[in-house]
């Protein structure tokens, strides 16, 4: 397919916002006969990658390998019979509501759909993405904890991590049940999305829903991966996940020390170096937001649609960032319950054993930097 040179380029979009400006009576979207100012899904692909990439978060070549990823599992779960179901085109416009804040109705006047259209087919793409999760979405093996560790120590310095935990908002209108307890520090309404995120920054668990009011440590506790971590002790032995100061320190979490003004020199040069380790997670939920831009608000009153909706932004980032390239599977955390006493029974031994795992990593550190 011959690219499109830039000002073929800038000539097609100026003619899109033209046509959509001067349209007629844009109220009476649903009349029948009248012509609505479309650009066909071929013109857009005509793009040349900086601008397709612009538009749809992705490159040309990597949106045809997620036509083809989206098109099978379709065809394996008999979504491909829906009448006017074109997977490329429902991918695109789905990409397109995702990285933008723009009304299902105006993705509607630009892809040539009635919103309600456009609606169906958003949600049968997000479903199928959801779907696909446990194949972009995974903790590591053993073979890819060791090399992730491995990377995580020569950028910077810290041993034995495999991933960074922490948390963030994802801003949403009032829900219909409960809204209060969606109500965050800030005064807005948004549920939690925690995530853990390799050294590339591909997220390798995601636990979304709980609501806003709900703190780090807590989420964490509530999460599979939290639940797993304690009731499988043998599990990652040699390894550890870093969090800030609202988890809770144990041997599988380590969190910095604690300034209250009397610090150590030699606990300062582990905070230091923690933070600056930590600050992975960070920048991939700064990648994530920034690409689908629809997660720094997201209108819905149906949670179990949102939750959706985010999971599908997280297996669209992994994508991206794997290449659509395989990669082994690791462990899978089941969600099951955990008793209040059993979780404090449970939490002694593994608290007492991050003390002094922390303990042992900030000596090291510090006589490293002498």
Sequence with gaps: MEDMGLDDEEFLMFNLMLNLRNRDHPEDEHVQGRPYPVV?????????DPTFKQHFRMSRILFETLVVAVGNHMTA???LDYPGMAVDKALMLTLWILATPDTFRSVGMTFGFAKGSVHNQFKTIILVLTELRGKYVCWP????????????????????????????????TAPLEQPQRYINRHHTYSIILQGTCDDNL????????????????????????????LRNQNFMQNYH?????????????????????????????????????????ERAFGLLKCKWRRLKYFHS?????????IMACIVL????????????????????????????????????????KREYIATMLYRAEE
């Excluded at 390239?325 to 099951?336: K, L, M, P, V």
């Design 301 to 309: 009153l149906n949670l179990e649609y949102l939750m959706d909706s």
């Design 202 to 229: 591909v997220f390798r668990d995601v636990f979304i829903g709980q609501p806003g009011s709900v703190g780090d440590s807590r989420t964490f506790k509530r999460s599979p991966l939290g639940k797993f971590l």
């Design 40 to 48: 066909e899904i071929e013109w857009w692909r005509r793009l040349g």
């Design 141 to 172: 093996s053993n073979n890819e904890m060791a090399r992730i560790s491995r990377s995580f120590e020569r950028k910077y310095g810290y041993p034995s991590v495999v991933g960074c935990v922490d948390g963030c908002h994802v801003y949403t």
């Design 241 to 281: 996940i870093l969090g800030d100061g609202a988890y809770t320190l144990t041997d599988k979490v380590i969190i910095p020390f604690k300034d209250y003004g009397n610090l150590t020199q030699r606990q300062r040069e582990h905070n230091r170096i923690h933070s600056r380790c930590r600050s992975c997670i």
């Design 317 to 356: 980032h992994n994508f991206i960032l794997l290449e659509g390239e395989e990669y082994e599977n690791g462990a899978e955390f089941n969600d099951e319950d955990m008793e209040e006493g059993m979780y404090n029974q449970l939490i002694v031994g593994p608290r007492a054993r991050g003390a002094v």
């Design 77 to 79: 779960t008999n979504r």
